[in-house]
């Protein structure tokens, strides 16, 4: 079963892509900061990852950083998103790794399901 880790500091939010992606037959976790994420993703590292970008403790683009998806965890694919679209923090995001940037005003918990799914297809799957 493919993991998916969520990081999202918005509860409403979060449960609903952790109740849409459990149904969709993903093992689901959730962190509602970045330092709980870098925690539990250097742990045990989901294959993907959807990260908030403002989020307390440490950002996003933080994370991505300590995370090194590039070097230390390049099986992990990271889907950052945000209620912001700042082109220097696109451009770092995808510099560090990750292989999309969206805003979520413009995708619903629907559209955001296809995504990982979408995602998840183009890597190979682990045992």
């Given at each position: 079963m493919q993991k998916v880790l969520i990081v999202e500091d918005n509860a409403a939010l979060r449960k609903i892509y952790v109740t849409l992606l459990t149904k969709e037959g993903y093992e689901v976790a959730f962190a509602v900061d970045g330092k709980?994420?870098?925690?539990?993703?250097?742990?045990?590292?989901?294959?993907?990852?959807l990260l908030d970008v403002m989020m307390p403790n440490l950002d996003g683009v933080g994370f991505l950083r300590a995370f090194d998806v590039k070097g230390k965890h390049p099986d992990t694919k990271v889907i950052m998103f945000s209620n912001t679209e700042v082109p220097a923090k696109v451009k770092e995001a995808l510099e560090l790794g990750a292989v999309r940037y969206m805003t979520k005003y413009n995708f619903t918990p629907k559209d955001m399901v296809a995504l990982v799914r979408e995602t998840l297809a183009s890597r190979p799957r682990t045992p």
């Open positions: 709980e994420a870098l925690a539990m993703a250097t742990a045990n590292p989901p294959e993907l990852i």
